[in-house]
């Protein structure tokens, strides 16, 4: 998180525009990093983008200044990306929904607000690229209970998507969703060692039945100890 914090102060005082967190490390506008599966966040790379940005002066500023193989690179082993809003493939409404957090100042510069995608729109530009590294993200999310699945599936249908881009990105929320399921339903059955065996106690209660009563004891007068006078 503290990478990420960096490279969005040196944003700022590249560019005087509020920037926007579009790649995987945008889920951490939404959770702590230790909420979060390792992989979600290991990206050496950030993804910056900037909403009022049509010619992309402002993205190739970050990426000429603090991107790939620059001076920030070689010094912090991490560096941002600038790029533009429509590289990714998003939902209809997704301006409207960016997570905003102030970034705390550090010792490469003063306090800066920040957006970060929404976590479900984060996962419908996952869905459309579709990568080997995209798809591993949006399945540990899922598997962690991080995403709501039906609020994919509703961003997916108002996303302009091919038609093969489409079929594939249904068909693995369809295999995490049963896949959730199916994690459910087997917590739920799971067997409770602890718990008491109901046929156990049936045989039990029979071989009792079938056991033969105890002979009776002899009647012994009671012993007296030695009386203390």
Same mark, same amino acid.
């Given at each position: ?8 102060? @040196? ?5 005087? %525009?509020?920037?926007? &967190? ?11 990093? /230790? ?12 993804? &910056?983008?900037?909403?009022? /940005? ?9 990426? !000429? ?39 705390? @100042? !550090?010792?490469? !510069?003063?306090?800066?607000?920040? $957006? ?15 990568? *080997? ?8 999310? #899922?598997?962690?209970?991080? =995403? /709501? ?14 038609? &093969?881009?489409?079929?594939?990105? *249904? !068909? ?12 459910? &339903?087997?917590?739920? %059955?799971? =067997?409770?060692?602890? #718990? ?6 049936? /045989? ?22 030695? $009386? =203390?006078?």
């Amino acid at each position: 998180r503290e990478q990420v914090a960096e490279v969005l102060r @040196a944003a700022s005082q590249l560019v005087d %525009d509020r920037p926007l &967190v579009m790649g995987s490390q945008a889920i951490l506008g939404t959770y702590e990093e /230790d909420a979060l599966p390792p992989s979600a966040t290991m990206s050496m790379e950030v993804d &910056v983008a900037f909403l009022d /940005d049509r010619a992309r002066v402002k993205a190739d500023l970050v990426t !000429g200044a603090i991107g790939e193989d620059s001076s920030f690179h070689q010094l912090r082993g991490y560096y941002a990306e600038g790029i533009h809003v429509d590289s990714a493939t998003l939902p209809a409404g997704w301006r409207d929904r960016p997570i905003t957090q102030h970034v705390p @100042a !550090g010792p490469n !510069g003063p306090g800066v607000l920040a $957006s970060f995608l929404e976590r479900h729109d984060l996962v419908v530009a996952k869905l459309a690229a579709f990568r *080997e590294k995209d798809v591993r993200f949006v399945a540990e999310l #899922a598997t962690a209970g991080l =995403i /709501d699945l039906q609020i994919a599936r509703e961003r997916l249908d108002n996303t302009a998507l091919h038609p &093969v881009a489409r079929q594939r990105a *249904e !068909g693995l929320l369809e295999t995490l969703g049963n896949r959730t399921t199916k994690h459910r &339903v087997e917590t739920h %059955d799971a =067997i409770d060692f602890d #718990a008491p065996d109901p046929q156990t106690d049936v /045989d039990r209660r029979r071989a009792s039945r079938r056991r033969p009563p105890d002979p009776p004891v002899p009647h012994e007068p009671p012993s007296h100890g030695p $009386s =203390i006078n």
